[in-house]
């Protein structure tokens, strides 16, 4: 139903929008959405800019346990069991 929209039926929203609303309310939400498009198109360039000039972040070095730590720990777990039962 949406995708069946003529020029005409927009015309028509536009022109209940603007009777319920009133042409400074429709006026003042234009500008302000206006200003919030150019505000982040202004962060994305900023953004791109910092990103350009400072060097690749190299991603933090992974921390691995040590593996006997594992087999350690997992014969102990074993050594304990058999001592309870």
Do not use: C, Y
Request: hydrophobic share 40%; glycine share 10%; aromatic share 2%.
């Amino acid at each position: 139903m949406l995708g069946n929209l003529s020029i005409v039926h927009i015309v028509l929203l536009l022109l209940v929008v603007m009777l319920i609303f009133g042409t400074g309310r429709v006026k003042n939400l234009g500008r302000d959405l206006g200003g919030a498009i150019n505000g982040f198109k202004q962060a994305m360039r900023e953004g791109e800019e910092a990103a350009r000039q400072s060097p690749p972040a190299t991603p933090p070095a992974v921390q691995h346990a040590a593996p006997d730590t594992l087999t350690t720990t997992t014969t102990n777990m074993t050594k304990d069991k058999e001592h309870q039962a």
